[in-house]
């Protein structure tokens, strides 16, 4: 017979959790969790706990949300729209009778609960979906994912079936090559961790320029949120729940896909590149880059892109799952408890349909637009511009180093990087005037 306990220390969940970490969704584990907590607090955090006989067969972390109205308790799963995948914390094979035991216990509360981000992929969408007491099902969102193919060249073709194609990801490639001494660095563990620190600073840089004009919502880029990171980073290494793959080139960060990682999975979470590199189509390139690396030397069984159908994920990915919410209400006879599951209901689907039509990509872009001009740094002291020449018999490139002008604005930087890939070259730093002048030429 299963039992229930319930509590609301966050300190007594970690430590439970710390010896049950049995889930095999790495945002529903103790590395995660451990500092997920420090930053998000909240008196409305609730934990049951499932024995079986005196066994811990199930952890459920709860929040409490909104205003009690009527009687009525709302609940989700804690990580509401910060996890991109949501379930119990329990062995697979446990999920059915831990969904019914708990569904059982919280029905005297009247709750109305919210599902969000259940992938059909899982164990919980099979029971959930079955369930008499769903009030409404809404699908969210498409989840690409690659199973990952033991000989790169066999999967290159298979998802580039033109050969064209293929050669011109080749040459984009190959161009970044020439560049500089262009490497990826894959981050894994504690000693990759410690190995790679330097790279791992220059990641929220990265990621800043990227989504300068947009409102992410991860707000990764953000100072405020850099100690969050930084400590979420070392502890997912330190228990190999993390993997952030690196595009460095002469020593810069230039591009990054940070991954939730679990034995044999890799959940794509934050991605970013250096927006200077347009012409290079870097974003593209990084994931051949790690793909290739994956099916050649892992254990990496599939690459899961996880929230989101954008271009680039339908390139490499053949396969979906989808994510969904379900509005579930423990008493359906309970007036009350029926218009609360109406309101919610109507507020998500309505949500789901402005998603579809554009409209919050719309309002999001606009966001980081008005965020972008509030938040707009200095001019740097020195100004920088980017003087084209005229081609001379006795002109010379200067060797280029793309570390020496990181420190640039990003579109002095794309100009520089533009005409590189078009076939001229640097051929002298000037400074004058206060001003740095970055002559280009063909020197061929």
Request: charged letters at 25%.
């Amino acid at each position: 017979m299963i039992s229930i306990t319930e509590y609301k220390d966050n300190a007594l969940f970690l430590e439970h959790l710390s010896t049950f970490d049995v889930a095999e969704n790495p945002y529903q584990s103790y590395a995660f969790y451990s500092v997920f907590f420090k930053n998000n607090s909240s008196n409305n955090y609730i934990f049951y706990e499932l024995h079986e006989d005196g066994k811990l067969i199930a952890m459920i972390p709860i929040d409490r949300y909104g205003h009690n109205i009527f009687g009525v308790t709302k609940m989700r799963f804690i990580g509401y729209r910060k996890f991109n995948y949501q379930q119990y914390i329990c062995k697979d094979e446990d999920v059915k009778r831990v969904h019914e035991a708990f569904i059982e216990h919280v029905k005297p509360s009247k709750v109305v609960f919210d599902f969000y981000d259940i992938s059909d992929a899982t164990p919980l969408y099979n029971v959930i979906s079955k369930s008499e007491l769903v009030e409404a099902k809404i699908q969210l969102y498409c989840c690409p994912w690659i199973r990952i193919n033991n000989d790169f060249e066999s999967f290159f073709k298979e998802t580039f079936t033109s050969s064209k194609k293929r050669t011109e990801l080749k040459k984009f490639q190959k161009r970044l090559a020439e560049l500089g001494d262009l490497r990826l660095v894959n981050v894994y563990d504690e000693q990759t961790y410690q190995e790679n620190r330097s790279y791992l600073e220059q990641i929220y840089r990265v990621h800043k320029e990227r989504f300068a004009n947009v409102y992410a919502t991860s707000f990764f880029g953000s100072e405020s949120k850099r100690s969050y990171y930084s400590e979420l980073i070392e502890t997912l290494m330190k228990y190999k729940k993390g993997y952030i793959s690196l595009v460095v080139l002469d020593d810069v960060t230039i591009a990054f896909i940070f991954c939730l990682a679990n034995t044999k999975m890799l959940i794509d979470w934050i991605p970013a590149f250096d927006p200077a590199f347009s012409k290079y189509n870097l974003g593209t390139v990084q994931y051949k880059m790690l793909l290739e690396e994956l099916c050649n030397n892992s254990s990496i069984e599939v690459f899961d892109y996880s929230k989101g159908s954008s271009v680039y994920k339908s390139r490499w990915a053949k396969e979906n799952t989808y994510n969904y919410q379900f509005i579930v209400n423990t008493c359906p006879g309970n007036l009350f408890c029926g218009l609360e599951a109406w309101y919610e209901k109507s507020i998500f689907s309505f949500k789901t349909y402005l998603r579809e039509k554009g409209v919050l990509s719309w309002i999001k872009h606009k966001i980081g637009s008005v965020r972008a001009m509030m938040h707009k740094e200095k001019e740097e002291i020195i100004s920088v511009r980017v003087e084209h020449l005229q081609a001379e018999d006795n002109r010379k490139a200067v060797e280029f180093h793309y570390k020496d002008i990181r420190e640039y604005p990003v579109t002095v930087r794309e100009e520089v990087l533009s005409s590189i890939y078009k076939g001229e070259s640097v051929c002298a730093y000037n400074t004058s005037d206060g001003y740095m002048t970055i002559q280009m030429a063909d020197c061929k």
